[in-house]
């Protein structure tokens, strides 16, 4: 970030007779080809980097790029060069100011480390990573730009104002090419680096499709990949302006009932969500095994990774993908705890959705439900591992996470309920009451909305319409009498409500 002529650093100032005494030492005693940090210059606009962003790092003599091992490896957060891979994010690096001089934040592990160096910095120093909020090490480059587009990456602190970044044949264990600190030597291609800024590749957001209720007011959110740190730019359009008015910032206004695909679109790509407006209370249906054909997105969770109990799973599969190895096949507890608490508006007050790059406020659905059961907030990197089960229901700390409006969400627990008492409590807590049946070993539980009869008085005779998240598609689980369902129950053990702690009494 340093401009042609300038110091590094406030440390360095000296007086102008020892500045002029400075000099004579250093033009006698370094070769004309050392590195002076001064005698780069910017192609074009001097502003070149100043909004910073994402970028790759490219070796202008082996071409490879630059990779950050991640931090918890048994190379903590060593640099090495390896050819690219797509969606690497360990070979993304973030550009961000610090002072008069840039940070290299690797995309991988939530952005949470920083290249760094030490103090001491002869040929052959070898760079990894400390947190980028502080740590053991320095954390500033100078990027000085030279004619053709290539630059210099230089520490900006250290004993040694030689040094630059510089790849080596020396080899780590992994067989990888070692990014080093070498005393700069003019021409040298291995110490010049080619910067190149990656662009939006997709859009990605919480919900495929959605329901919201009439002349309610919202706003849906979207997240940039890879850099998810700007969102002003993204346009966002409903296909029919007389259901669903939607402006800047995906803020909404739900104007008559029908369906309106509301799309946000930004640098050629864009992400369309189907948002159906209802004139009634706002039920949803959320599939366990299904995340393409239910109410929410899944897709854009591949790869996420919960560890607990000895094992390490992916969070979501739709069901014909090897379902064994996914937590939500035993997932219906979380997806009915989400239908209840997206009925009744209620947010998650602190995490992060990956999917829309929302932070905190999140709404109810299975991911946001299994963050506030697992004890996670949630992280901006699918490549990162999570720990807790997800999907081991601890109905307190799911509550003592969500809030509607600021108030306080609690539970409450019945056994062995009558059906005519299950409607009463359908009467009390309209947003929907979660039954839990077994049939031999085996429980299954699903969210009762209603009954199909509201007049019917005898127990027995009560059928309930339900919401069952062991469908695969909406017809065989969305809203639908329990005797059309895949399951069709089995005898009720139990039942829980979610609601406001002034609703609970």
């Given at each position: 970030?340093?401009?042609?002529?300038t110091q590094r650093g406030?440390?360095r100032r000296?007086?102008?007779p020892?500045?002029?005494?400075a000099?004579?030492?250093l033009?006698?005693?370094?070769?004309?080809s050392?590195?002076?940090?001064?005698?780069?210059?910017?192609?074009?606009?001097p502003?070149?980097?100043?909004?910073?962003g994402?970028?790759?790092?490219?070796n202008a003599?082996t071409?490879k790029y630059?990779?950050?091992y991640n931090?918890?490896?048994k190379?903590?957060?060593?640099l090495c060069?390896?050819?690219?891979?797509?969606?690497?994010?360990?070979?993304?690096?973030?550009?961000?100011?610090?002072?008069?001089?840039w940070q290299?934040?690797?995309?991988?592990?939530?952005?949470?480390?920083?290249?760094?160096y030490p103090?001491?910095t002869?040929e052959g120093?070898s760079?990894s990573?400390?947190?980028?909020?502080?740590?053991a090490?320095?954390?500033?480059?100078?990027?000085t730009?030279?004619?053709?587009?290539?630059?210099?990456?230089?520490?900006?602190?250290?004993?040694?104002?030689?040094?630059?970044?510089?790849a080596?044949?020396a080899?780590?264990?992994?067989?990888n090419?070692m990014?080093?600190?070498?005393?700069?030597?003019?021409?040298?291609q291995?110490?010049?680096w080619?910067?190149?800024?990656?662009?939006?590749?997709?859009?990605?957001?919480?919900?495929?499709?959605t329901r919201?209720?009439?002349?309610?007011?919202?706003?849906?959110?979207?997240?940039?990949?890879?850099?998810?740190?700007?969102?002003?730019d993204?346009?966002?359009?409903s296909?029919?302006?007389?259901v669903?008015?939607?402006?800047?910032?995906?803020n909404y206004?739900?104007?008559s009932?029908?369906?309106?695909?509301v799309?946000?679109?930004?640098?050629?790509?864009s992400?369309?969500i189907?948002v159906?407006?209802?004139?009634?209370?706002?039920?949803t249906?959320?599939?366990?095994?299904?995340?393409?054909?239910?109410?929410w997105d899944?897709?854009n969770?591949?790869?996420?990774r919960?560890?607990?109990d000895?094992?390490t799973?992916?969070?979501?599969?739709?069901?014909?993908?090897?379902p064994s190895?996914?937590?939500?096949t035993?997932g219906c507890?979380?997806?009915?705890?989400?239908?209840?608490?997206?009925n009744?508006?209620?947010?998650?007050?602190?995490?992060y959705?990956l999917?829309?790059?929302?932070?905190?406020?999140?709404?109810?659905d299975?991911?946001?439900?299994?963050l506030?059961?697992?004890g996670?907030?949630?992280?901006?990197s699918v490549?990162?591992?999570m720990?807790?089960?997800?999907v081991?229901?601890r109905?307190s700390?799911i509550?003592?996470?969500?809030t509607?409006?600021?108030?306080?969400i609690?539970y409450k627990?019945?056994?062995?309920?009558?059906?005519?008492?299950?409607?009463?409590?359908?009467?009390e807590?309209p947003?929907?009451?979660?039954?839990?049946?077994?049939?031999?070993s085996s429980?299954?539980?699903m969210?009762?909305?209603g009954?199909?009869?509201?007049?019917e008085?005898?127990?027995?005779?009560?059928s309930?319409?339900v919401?069952?998240?062991?469908?695969?598609?909406a017809s065989?689980?969305?809203g639908?009498?329990?005797?059309?369902?895949?399951t069709?129950?089995?005898y009720?053990?139990a039942v829980?409500?979610?609601?406001?702690?002034?609703n609970?009494?």
């Open positions: 970030m340093t401009e042609p002529g406030t440390a000296l007086t102008a020892a500045l002029i005494l000099l004579i030492i033009i006698t005693a370094v070769p004309a050392a590195y002076d940090r001064s005698s780069g210059e910017r192609p074009g606009d502003g070149y980097l100043a909004d910073g994402i970028y790759t790092i490219r003599g071409g630059l990779f950050a931090y918890s490896l190379l903590p957060g060593k060069l390896t050819a690219l891979k797509s969606g690497e994010t360990a070979q993304y690096f973030r550009l961000r100011a610090s002072g008069d001089s290299l934040v690797p995309r991988s592990e939530d952005e949470k480390y920083a290249v760094s103090s001491l002869p120093t760079l990573k400390v947190p980028a909020d502080g740590g090490g320095l954390t500033g480059f100078d990027i730009f030279l004619p053709g587009g290539v630059c210099t990456i230089a520490p900006s602190s250290g004993d040694n104002i030689r040094a630059v970044l510089a080596s044949y080899r780590d264990s992994e067989k090419d990014a080093v600190l070498e005393d700069y030597v003019s021409g040298r291995t110490q010049l080619v910067l190149e800024k990656i662009g939006t590749e997709k859009l990605t957001a919480a919900f495929s499709n919201v209720k009439l002349y309610s007011t919202g706003t849906f959110y979207a997240r940039k990949y890879p850099d998810s740190a700007d969102t002003s993204i346009v966002w359009t296909s029919d302006e007389d669903l008015l939607i402006g800047p910032g995906g206004c739900a104007l009932a029908g369906t309106s695909d799309t946000a679109s930004a640098d050629g790509c992400v369309t189907s159906e407006v209802v004139d009634a209370d706002c039920f249906w959320y599939s366990q095994n299904s995340i393409t054909a239910s109410n899944g897709t969770l591949e790869g996420l919960f560890y607990a000895g094992r799973r992916v969070f979501a599969l739709e069901y014909e993908d090897n190895t996914c937590w939500l035993t507890t979380i997806c009915s705890c989400a239908m209840v608490l997206h009744l508006g209620a947010t998650l007050t602190t995490g959705d999917r829309s790059g929302q932070t905190n406020g999140l709404p109810a299975p991911y946001t439900v299994a506030a059961n697992s996670n907030y949630g992280v901006s490549s990162e591992r720990t807790g089960n997800p081991y229901v109905w700390y509550a003592s996470r969500f509607v409006d600021g108030e306080e609690g627990k019945y056994y062995s309920p009558t059906k005519k008492f299950i409607k009463s409590l359908l009467e807590h947003a929907g009451v979660i039954i839990g049946f077994q049939q031999g429980t299954h539980y969210v009762a909305a009954v199909t009869d509201p007049d008085q005898v127990s027995s005779k009560i309930f319409i919401y069952d998240p062991s469908a695969y598609y065989r689980g969305d639908i009498p329990l005797s059309q369902t895949y069709r129950g089995g009720i053990f829980y409500v979610f609601d406001v702690v002034s609970l009494g």
